[in-house]
């Protein structure tokens, strides 16, 4: 087989399938490699979408005519708006989805793209001319693909080894082949690589659970979408179940931490900081009674659950002692043991800000090969490949986001200037300007970009200003409107609008005397989002205002090669560590570990007196 395609596209996980989307939808022919085209879009370990800054990637995601939103919108069976006690800045969408649904809703849309082609296969090696530009892909079966630019999507098959008890094998994930020669080729590149580890649960039959003894976990009455094209999610929702673990339960891990793989040191790659295993649990936090343990289910027919909160590597026999020491888990029967797997991945700090690999041109990597964990990290560095790739191949300049234009700017600049020693997540609190980055401001936020980009439909952007639109009439008729006068005083606000800048006052307490117009047409939702709006304004505005005043310092470049041991003052310590690194700009510098203001000030400097700024 001998095929030419404009993007090949290795893996067809979360990443993958946003990398072949996006550049399919600027109008390139895209080859999508994967093992097995039946499992593109799967949920590997829990089967939910969204989360606290998981969230705001994947409506960002959707506002640059993503597909997941979309897919998790058609497949959710249970939606929650999370930290709704807190500021609206940081609260987050969650949706638990349809396993099978979810993973044919993404191959649906993919298959009805006429730009792509599934290619069924195991890719072995890339194909580079004589300047290191890839040229392609070699395949397990001695054919090759060409094509000028590859973005490697590989999730945690490449060299993949799965773990359960003293037991372990080849594997990208439970019932699938590793990616080993593809491995091996990018280590004889000279690319920086090293191993990571993560794991999921037992899952559970249902019918074996004793829900009785169990807090329901109900979903919210009025669903907030994914996607900014649904307009309401009207489908019956399902609830989770929470139980948690005791000291029975804890002892039986202890009894058994022989026969884990982290601990006999036989799995040396570092898991996951914020989802550990119940062994870390055990072993880390001695001093807790009991941990957490929610029962998803993974679709509306399905009888299989989801127990999210005991990861676990350890023997099946152990496994099965320790989830029957569960309250409601006493007759519980394991579908699927709980394993470990072990994987390589990619150093990120070798990657451009547009994902591209420095030293060989044409090359992206997106996803977990980059040391992310979770579907929304993989599916935003996904999104941004694909992009990039298309506009490398149209000779435009690279998309890449600020990070205080969206979390996936956040994300990008984060990776590379990064040398992860554990699987990266994204949370709000890693985005300094989060007040700027709300769920529900990403449509605004990122549409008109795409659109520029030329990869959303007249739709979704026409949808966009309808609804600023509205939004702009309903805060025009609150800026018009008087506070009714019974509920006034003469110091009290005279205007609708002035009332929702007080933290005490929302549109529910204002529509317990006044009627909202119908006729504005706005939503729930979008009444939240213009209380939002209104409430932040001041407090957007003077972030605003500093990011514009930093903003030419973050974007100022550093030039390719420049020798920072030759910059007059800054410490040693500064100066390995720069040059390690590379950073692009002197905003990515200052963000570097160990770099303080005084070493970004030195630099400005040296690169001023140089004449690069």
């Given at each position: 087989?001998?095929?030419?395609?404009?993007?090949?596209?290795?893996?067809?996980?979360?990443?993958?399938?946003?990398?072949?989307?996006?550049?399919?939808?600027?109008?390139?022919?895209?080859?999508?490699?994967?093992?097995?085209?039946?499992?593109?879009?799967?949920?590997?370990?829990?089967?939910?979408?969204g989360?606290?800054?998981?969230?705001?990637?994947?409506?960002?995601?959707?506002?640059?005519?993503?597909?997941m939103?979309?897919?998790?919108?058609?497949?959710?069976?249970?939606f929650?708006?999370?930290?709704?006690?807190?500021g609206?800045?940081?609260?987050?969408?969650?949706?638990?989805?349809?396993?099978?649904?979810?993973?044919?809703?993404?191959?649906?849309?993919l298959?009805?793209?006429?730009?792509?082609?599934?290619?069924?296969?195991?890719?072995s090696?890339?194909?580079?001319?004589?300047?290191?530009?890839?040229?392609?892909?070699?395949?397990?079966?001695?054919?090759?693909?060409?094509?000028?630019?590859?973005?490697?999507?590989?999730?945690?098959?490449?060299?993949?080894?799965?773990?359960?008890g003293?037991?372990?094998?080849?594997?990208?994930?439970?019932?699938?082949?590793?990616?080993?020669?593809?491995s091996?080729?990018?280590?004889?590149?000279?690319?920086?690589?090293?191993?990571?580890?993560?794991?999921?649960?037992?899952?559970?039959?249902?019918?074996?659970?004793?829900?009785?003894?169990?807090?329901?976990?109900?979903?919210?009455?009025?669903?907030?979408?994914?996607?900014?094209?649904?307009?309401?999610?009207?489908?019956?929702?399902?609830?989770?179940?929470?139980?948690?673990?005791?000291?029975?339960?804890?002892?039986?891990?202890r009894?058994?931490?022989?026969?884990?793989?982290?601990?006999?040191?036989?799995?040396?790659?570092?898991?996951?900081?914020y989802?550990?295993?119940?062994?870390d649990?055990?072993?880390?936090?001695?001093?807790?009674?009991?941990h957490?343990?929610?029962?998803?289910?993974?679709?509306?027919?399905?009888?299989?659950?989801?127990?999210?909160?005991?990861?676990?590597?350890?023997?099946?026999?152990?496994?099965?002692?320790?989830?029957?020491?569960?309250?409601?888990?006493?007759?519980?029967?394991?579908?699927?043991?709980g394993?470990?797997?072990?994987?390589?991945?990619?150093?990120?700090?070798?990657?451009?800000?547009?994902?591209?690999?420095?030293?060989?041109?044409?090359?992206?990597?997106?996803?977990?090969?980059?040391?992310?964990?979770?579907?929304?990290?993989?599916?935003?560095?996904?999104?941004?490949?694909?992009l990039?790739?298309?506009?490398k191949?149209?000779?435009?300049?690279?998309?890449?986001?600020?990070?205080?234009?969206?979390?996936?700017?956040?994300?990008?600049?984060?990776?590379?200037?990064?040398?992860?020693?554990?699987?990266?997540?994204?949370?709000?609190?890693?985005?300094?300007?989060r007040?700027?980055?709300?769920?529900?401001?990403?449509?605004?936020r990122?549409?008109?970009?795409?659109?520029?980009?030329?990869?959303?439909?007249?739709?979704?952007?026409?949808?966009?200003?309808?609804r600023?639109?509205?939004?702009?009439?309903?805060?025009?008729?609150?800026?018009?409107?008087?506070?009714?006068?019974?509920?006034?005083?003469p110091?009290?606000?005279?205007?609708?609008?002035?009332?929702?800048?007080?933290?005490?006052?929302?549109?529910?307490?204002?529509?317990?005397?006044l009627?909202?117009?119908?006729?504005?047409?706005?939503?729930?939702?979008?009444?939240?989002?213009?209380?939002?709006?209104?409430?932040?304004?001041?407090?957007?505005?003077?972030?605003?205002?500093?990011?514009?005043?930093s903003?030419?310092?973050?974007?100022?470049?550093?030039?390719?090669?420049?020798?920072?041991q030759?910059?007059?003052?800054?410490?040693?310590?500064?100066?390995?560590?720069l040059?390690?690194f590379?950073?692009?700009?002197?905003?990515?510098?200052?963000?570097?570990?160990?770099?303080?203001p005084?070493?970004?000030?030195?630099?400005?400097?040296?690169?001023?007196r140089?004449?690069?700024?």
């Amino acid at each position: 087989m001998e095929k030419k395609f404009d993007v090949l596209v290795v893996g067809g996980g979360h990443a993958g399938a946003e990398a072949a989307y996006a550049a399919a939808r600027m109008g390139h022919s895209v080859g999508l490699v994967t093992h097995d085209s039946r499992s593109i879009g799967r949920m590997s370990c829990n089967p939910a979408i969204g989360g606290v800054g998981k969230g705001q990637l994947a409506r960002e995601i959707d506002a640059l005519g993503g597909l997941m939103g979309v897919a998790a919108d058609a497949s959710g069976i249970q939606f929650r708006l999370l930290n709704t006690s807190k500021g609206r800045a940081v609260q987050s969408p969650r949706a638990q989805c349809c396993r099978l649904s979810y993973e044919e809703r993404v191959q649906e849309v993919l298959e009805n793209s006429s730009e792509i082609e599934f290619i069924d296969a195991e890719a072995s090696h890339l194909l580079f001319n004589e300047s290191r530009e890839v040229r392609g892909l070699g395949l397990s079966n001695g054919s090759q693909l060409h094509a000028p630019t590859v973005v490697l999507c590989t999730g945690t098959f490449l060299d993949g080894v799965l773990f359960t008890g003293l037991e372990q094998c080849s594997g990208g994930r439970v019932g699938e082949a590793a990616s080993d020669a593809l491995s091996l080729s990018l280590s004889k590149l000279g690319l920086p690589v090293g191993r990571l580890k993560t794991g999921t649960p037992p899952r559970l039959a249902a019918d074996s659970v004793d829900y009785a003894v169990m807090e329901e976990q109900p979903g919210d009455p009025t669903p907030v979408p994914f996607s900014f094209l649904t307009d309401s999610i009207d489908r019956e929702q399902i609830s989770c179940w929470i139980t948690r673990t005791n000291s029975r339960t804890h002892q039986i891990v202890r009894e058994n931490l022989q026969f884990a793989p982290m601990y006999t040191g036989r799995i040396e790659g570092k898991g996951p900081r914020y989802c550990p295993s119940l062994e870390d649990k055990v072993v880390r936090f001695q001093d807790r009674g009991q941990h957490t343990v929610f029962l998803e289910p993974e679709g509306i027919d399905s009888n299989v659950l989801y127990a999210n909160g005991i990861s676990t590597s350890l023997p099946v026999e152990a496994q099965n002692e320790f989830v029957r020491s569960i309250p409601g888990l006493e007759k519980a029967k394991i579908v699927q043991p709980g394993y470990a797997v072990e994987y390589t991945f990619v150093a990120p700090r070798v990657l451009r800000p547009n994902l591209e690999v420095d030293q060989y041109p044409g090359l992206f990597l997106a996803g977990q090969i980059c040391g992310t964990s979770g579907y929304e990290e993989a599916a935003a560095q996904g999104l941004m490949a694909g992009l990039n790739a298309g506009l490398k191949l149209q000779k435009r300049e690279p998309f890449i986001l600020g990070r205080h234009e969206a979390y996936i700017g956040v994300l990008i600049d984060d990776l590379v200037v990064s040398d992860p020693s554990e699987p990266y997540r994204m949370f709000t609190s890693r985005a300094e300007h989060r007040l700027l980055l709300r769920h529900d401001t990403a449509d605004r936020r990122l549409t008109p970009m795409a659109q520029k980009l030329g990869v959303v439909s007249q739709n979704r952007y026409g949808r966009m200003e309808s609804r600023l639109a509205r939004l702009a009439e309903a805060k025009e008729w609150l800026q018009k409107t008087p506070v009714p006068e019974t509920s006034s005083t003469p110091s009290s606000p005279k205007r609708l609008v002035d009332l929702l800048r007080r933290t005490d006052t929302g549109i529910d307490s204002i529509q317990e005397t006044l009627k909202l117009p119908q006729e504005l047409g706005l939503s729930d939702e979008e009444w939240r989002i213009l209380e939002a709006d209104i409430l932040y304004e001041g407090y957007v505005k003077r972030q605003q205002e500093w990011v514009e005043g930093s903003r030419e310092r973050e974007k100022a470049s550093i030039p390719d090669g420049f020798d920072f041991q030759a910059v007059r003052g800054l410490r040693n310590e500064a100066k390995e560590c720069l040059s390690r690194f590379q950073p692009a700009t002197l905003g990515a510098a200052g963000r570097l570990a160990g770099i303080s203001p005084s070493d970004v000030a030195l630099m400005e400097v040296a690169l001023r007196r140089e004449n690069y700024l």
